[in-house]
C-alpha cells in the first residue's frame, strides 16, 4: 500500500498562488498516474488535475484549466495553483490508483484514482 502525505496548503488572498507537493512512500509510483482532488465544505469531492505516468499527459477540470499545473517526478506529484479564486477554497487530496501495480498503469479517467492522502487545506481569502 503507498502512503501520500500533501503539503503546501495554506491562506491566500485572491489572485495568489500556492504549490502544493505530495510525497509517496511505501511503494514506487513512478509506474502510475497520479492525481489531485478537493472537497469543498458540504461539496462532494472533485476531480482538479491528473498527470500520466510518464508526465507527457495532463488532464484537468475545467473549473482550474489554465490556472493550474500538475508536474511530477519520480517520488512526488505537484500542483501549481495560480490566479487563485475564493471557490477554490478546499481540502485538496493526492490521489494515487485504486489498485496498485508493478507495471504500467495507463490513465482512463478519475475512476482510476482511490487511495488518497490526508489532504491540505486550501482557503482563499475575497
Known amino acids: 500500500q503507498v502512503q501520500l502525505v500533501e503539503s503546501g496548503g495554506g491562506l491566500v488572498q485572491a489572485g495568489g498562488s500556492l504549490r502544493l507537493s505530495c510525497a509517496a512512500s511505501?511503494?514506487?509510483?513512478?509506474?502510475?498516474?497520479m492525481g489531485w482532488f478537493r472537497q469543498a465544505p458540504g461539496k462532494e469531492r472533485e476531480f482538479v488535475a491528473a498527470?500520466?505516468?510518464?508526465?507527457?499527459s495532463t488532464y484537468y477540470a475545467d473549473s482550474v484549466k489554465g490556472r493550474f499545473t500538475i508536474s511530477r517526478d519520480n517520488a512526488k506529484v505537484y500542483l501549481q495553483m495560480n490566479s487563485l479564486k475564493p471557490e477554490d477554497t478546499a481540502v485538496y487530496y493526492c490521489?494515487?490508483?485504486?489498485?496498485?501495480?508493478?507495471?504500467?498503469?495507463?490513465?482512463?479517467?478519475?475512476?482510476?484514482?482511490?487511495?488518497w492522502g490526508q489532504g491540505t487545506q486550501v482557503t482563499v481569502s475575497s
Open positions: 490521489a494515487a490508483p485504486r489498485t496498485p501495480t508493478n507495471y504500467v498503469l495507463p490513465y482512463t479517467g478519475p475512476a482510476v484514482f482511490g487511495s
Open positions: 511505501g511503494r514506487t509510483i513512478r509506474l502510475w498516474p
Open positions: 498527470i500520466t505516468w510518464s508526465g507527457s
